[in-house]
């Protein structure tokens, strides 16, 4: 008979987990005692693999979950803050004349009043012409200007989280509606606008008080 070519059978199993020829195993440590070492034991051969199931691994610990990651405020302005509510108003309804320019600006011309405020609530997005505009229109053809009006203060209301009082929005300007745009034009002043100078200007005021930038002064040639 021929020769027969091929491939040699494998190693019986129990050969694969054999140390190799010339292994030497380490030295194994020994405990020392009050009396000298203890006797050393030798090391073992290599374990034969385990079977690896979902069943073998420990079952899972109670890992701590990471606290959430919360931004920096972004150029001052705080997001996601709430202001709290049942806050008392600055000043009362009838405190007109703690600033008495803008209580004659109101009696003249209560637009002008109304559009300063709502530029700011509406954080730019609708100029001051344009809402006294608005609310000319609304006295003018409807003679009910407190139907827009009440809306802007139920919105610095909650803007600020200001108790409703002395009585609800739509009586308070549909009865007081100039001592209304008073109180809530002092409102703003009190708490760090000035509506006089509109949304971009209190921006920018913001800007320059948290950089600590000034405004150049003026120059004079000699």
Known sequence: MGRTTGTPPPPPEEDLYK???GYQPPPAFTKPTTNGYEK???AQAFPPPQDLTPESFPPNQNIPTP???NP???HGVQV???A???QPWKSNLFDCMKDPQNAIITLCFPCVTFGQIAEILDNGSTSCATSG???SCFACCLGVPCLISCGYRSKLRAKFGLVESPAPDCLIHCFCEYCSLCQEYRELKDRGFDPSIGHAGNEARQRRQQFGVTPPMQQRMM
């Open 72 to 74: 920096p405020p972004l």
């Open 19 to 21: 140390p190799p020829p």
């Open 67 to 69: 606290a959430p990651f």
């Open 84 to 86: 709290k509510e049942n």
């Open 80 to 82: 996601g803050i709430v």
């Open 133 to 135: 505009i608005l609310y």
């Open 40 to 42: 050393p034991v030798a």
